[in-house]
């Protein structure tokens, strides 16, 4: 049986078709498979390294099911999976992470090397393994022996070399368990971008100038911290960050030989708003569902590309049983669920990180001060080898707080970074190790209360109907400061250690019937937030806001209201802005169609939507720099540059003398005008006929690889995509971010997962573009319009369905006695 998509409104006979199927016993591994249709392609392989005979059924949709007779075998298997579709992806992650682009790539590399060993994880590596579950040390093990399995077939000539590795004249390289969870540049907690920008407003035009950079939540006034000179702090104090952060380009080279006029606009685009990357997820009480069981629904939304960030994978084998997405370079699943529990994620906006500025000791630029005195930076010297060319020797600087990003001799000055990455057990998504085990509320409060990096809102579903939400993620106390800008580093803001797991907040069975989050502000009334400092910059309320109304809206709510949600494209900070519209009238007569269509809509940015393109146009990239032109100071304008839009619209909302002598009228001057601007620049877009008008005109998904610029115009072509409309933006539950230059989409959904908790094989999923890597595969990008359509395919769990789903069956047994690498 194949299901060539499933929509919202298709879902319901797919339901019924595999609920007769169901068993709530879930068969793990078995030597033997049941008679498979003749169109099911088979194939017999040997692999060096593993103990003993297994399966890989892979379904329609490229999804990998794995059933192996022990732990250690699934998870080898799952290395070896990963590097089968993933190679060119993970290899690139792990040679970025560890600092190897150079050896492989050459030398306009070695800068981005030397940036990314900063970040490292240097400390007591048995420490480090014991902050996850027991066992995570083997299952990682494992997981790379399959990677380095698959490497050796593609190095002996037995499996295809993936194309970009021809492109660049490169192999995959060798891994090692600890490759895993030294690199921690991929996992997200970051606010030292914004700290960086707040320091330059403060520097340009006094801290009140910031109000429209960055809302501040709960409500919070924050100072210039005692001993800091703001203007210390430079545009380009954060090169080594975003070198360190930042993918791998191919063309142009990367910043080794950028200008430093490139830097800065890259760095000043980073700091002047929040990155527009976050996550929906909820989970419904079997109270409020229409099939009396909890559902849980979750769409991580990250950057977009090709490959995709997630992969989606099942692992059996006895004892363990799990299904759900990650990132293809961890072993395991993020998110997902076994047996008896689902698990989600979003990010919870934990303030990870500081900033430290010192005074370096006359004469010796590696000292700085620190209480009475002075200390030496700790200097580590490391060899970066170069393809076609000698090593370099790279000097790495440390402070007692963590790596030196950047030094000013002239000022006598140093910054380094404190990051929660240096602890042990920041491991990105590795916390999640608890949860493949997991069976209980408890075991997720445990979960919960270990959970390192990214910090996330985790949501949590049982087969006996119980559903909750926790706050995790390791909170630095800070007793005399308040996170938001960079602290002198002299002994005066230190973190006094961290916040107990258990005082983040959290719910179990709430008495609505559902819990939802979206990046949003959501501390409790009551909770202790100036005690605590968890954080003070969050996303703003929009998707939650709609969100909420949905699932609020229903008595009973179904796997199909879950699906529609995600996919929704309404947006409720539209609303916002429009309804001050309302009195405002114009002779212009496309200014006027323009106000007439906006107070007619009905906010739904859908691809057909004329009224969507013009307030969007409108909101990214003429309202916000207009408003900043005349409420924020000359001198910190650049730094600001169109502000957040949440803090705009509230700035509209409550108009004050910053924005004139008579602020209401301002304000309806300024909304005019923007609308103007907006429109004559969709007419030079569009077309002077505003009927021929739509969102889907502009906005749009194309995925290509960094390495396609490397090819030919033919392999490039076969290794690109799109362009495919989207509806939906930043603001509507179906994220959409977009670049304002041409609004092609660059962040949103990574994967969306709808679970039936407890009939499991009801569940439903959909990942992009495609489950492999390999552009000649079927499987490269055969989600990508289902994806952009908000349609889904099945997420089967069972042995007996995921056997019916089944394209593909990988019979495998050793080759040979596995050996340690």
């Not at 998509?5 to 199927?21: D, E, H, K």
């Not at 969507?612 to 408003?627: D, F, S």
Request: proline share 7%; net charge neutral.
């Amino acid at each position: 049986m194949r299901f060539k998509t499933i929509s919202a409104a298709g879902f319901s006979l797919f339901s019924l078709v595999l609920a007769s199927a169901w068993t709530c016993t879930q068969a793990t591994a078995r030597s033997h498979l049941t008679p498979l249709p003749a169109a099911v392609h088979q194939e017999s392989w040997a692999i060096s390294g593993l103990d003993r005979p297994a399966h890989i059924i892979i379904d329609h949709w490229g999804i990998a099911h794995i059933f192996a007779a022990s732990e250690r075998d699934a998870f080898f298997l799952q290395g070896y999976n990963a590097a089968r579709d993933r190679l060119w992806q993970i290899d690139l992650w792990r040679k970025r992470g560890l600092g190897l682009l150079a050896r492989s790539f050459g030398a306009s590399y070695v800068e981005q090397d030397r940036a990314a060993r900063l970040f490292l994880y240097r400390g007591d590596i048995d420490k480090e393994w014991a902050a996850y579950a027991p066992g995570t040390r083997d299952a990682t093990q494992a997981f790379v022996q399959g990677i380095n399995a698959y490497a050796a077939e593609v190095r002996a000539g037995s499996r295809p070399l993936a194309p970009e590795f021809k492109l660049t004249g490169s192999s995959p390289d060798h891994w090692q368990a600890e490759d895993v969870v030294r690199i921690r540049s991929h996992a997200l907690v970051a606010n030292v971008t914004s700290e960086v920008a707040r320091a330059r407003v403060a520097c340009a035009a006094g801290i009140a100038a910031d109000r429209l950079r960055r809302k501040l939540e709960p409500a919070h006034t924050t100072v210039v911290p005692d001993g800091l000179d703001p203007c210390d702090v430079t545009d380009d104090v954060l090169k080594d960050y975003r070198l360190a952060t930042q993918p791998v380009g191919f063309a142009p080279p990367p910043a080794a030989t950028m200008k430093k006029a490139d830097i800065t606009g890259e760095l000043r685009l980073a700091q002047a708003v929040p990155p527009e990357e976050g996550s929906n997820n909820w989970v419904i009480a079997p109270s409020h569902s229409a099939t009396g069981r909890a559902i849980l629904a979750n769409d991580p939304h990250r950057q977009l590309g090709v490959p995709g960030l997630r992969y989606i994978v099942q692992l059996n084998a006895p004892g363990l049983s799990i299904i759900g997405a990650g990132e293809p370079a961890l072993p395991g699943i993020a998110l997902g669920h076994n047996a008896q529990t689902a698990f989600g994620i979003t990010i919870f906006n934990t303030d990870q990180e500081d900033l430290y500025v010192y005074s370096l000791k006359p004469g010796d630029p590696d000292s700085y001060r620190y209480g009475d005195g002075y200390e030496k930076m700790r200097v580590v010297r490391e060899t970066i080898e170069v393809r076609g060319e000698a090593p370099r020797t790279a000097e790495l600087r440390f402070t007692r707080h963590g790596p030196v990003l950047a030094v000013d001799l002239k000022k006598g000055r140093a910054f380094a970074l404190r990051t929660v990455w240096n602890e042990p057990g920041m491991s990105g998504y590795l916390g999640s190790s608890r949860m493949w085990h997991a069976r209980s509320w408890k075991d997720f409060q445990n979960t919960r209360n270990a959970w390192g990096t990214p910090p996330l809102n985790l949501v949590y579903a049982d087969n006996h109907g119980n559903i909750g939400w926790a706050a995790g993620g390791l909170t630095p106390v800070r007793p005399n400061w308040d996170g938001l800008m960079p602290v002198p580093g002299d002994g005066r803001y230190e973190w006094n250690g961290f916040l107990s797991g258990d005082l983040l907040p959290s719910s179990y069975n709430p008495k609505e019937g559902w819990f939802a989050t979206a990046n949003e502000m959501n501390l409790p009334a009551g909770y202790p937030a100036e005690q605590h400092r968890v954080s003070f910059e969050w996303s703003d309320p929009s998707r939650i806001t709609r969100i909420k109304s949905v699932l609020g809206g229903k008595p009973r709510l179904d796997l199909t209201d879950s699906m529609a949600l995600q996919t929704d494209s309404h947006s409720v900070e539209s609303m916002r802005l429009t309804s001050l519209l309302a009195p405002l009238t114009s002779p212009d007569p496309l200014l006027a169609g323009a106000l007439s269509l906006l107070k007619q809509w009905n906010h739904d940015e859908t691809v057909a939507s004329a009224a969507a393109a013009i307030y969007e146009v409108w909101v990214t990239k003429h309202l916000g720099q207009m408003t900043v032109n005349i409420a924020t100071p000359a001198a910190a304008r650049t730094i600001v540059e169109a502000g957040s839009l949440d803090a705009i619209i509230t700035c509209l909302e409550h108009p004050d003398t910053a924005l004139g002598a008579e602020p209401s009228v301002a304000r309806d001057a300024l909304l005019l005008a923007s609308l103007g601007a907006s429109v004559s620049e969709l007419k030079t877009l569009l077309g002077p006929d505003m009927t021929t008008w739509s969102w889907g005109r502009l906005h749009h998904a194309s995925f290509e690889p960094a390495a396609a610029v490397l090819a030919d115009p033919a392999l490039r072509a076969q290794m690109s995509m799109g362009p495919l409309q989207l509806p939906g933006s930043a603001s509507s539950p179906r994220a959409a971010t977009y670049r304002t230059s041409d609004f092609a989409a660059t962040a949103g959904a990574s994967v969306r997962m709808v679970l039936d908790v407890g009939r499991w094989d009801n569940s439903v999923a959909i990942n992009t573009p495609g489950q492999s890597g390999d552009p000649f595969s079927p499987h490269y990008r055969d989600l990508f319009p289902l994806w952009a359509a908000g349609d889904y395919v099945p997420l089967v769990f069972s042995r007996a369905a995921v056997e019916r789903e089944a394209e593909t069956v990988l019979t495998l047994t050793p080759a040979a006695r596995r050996r340690e690498p």
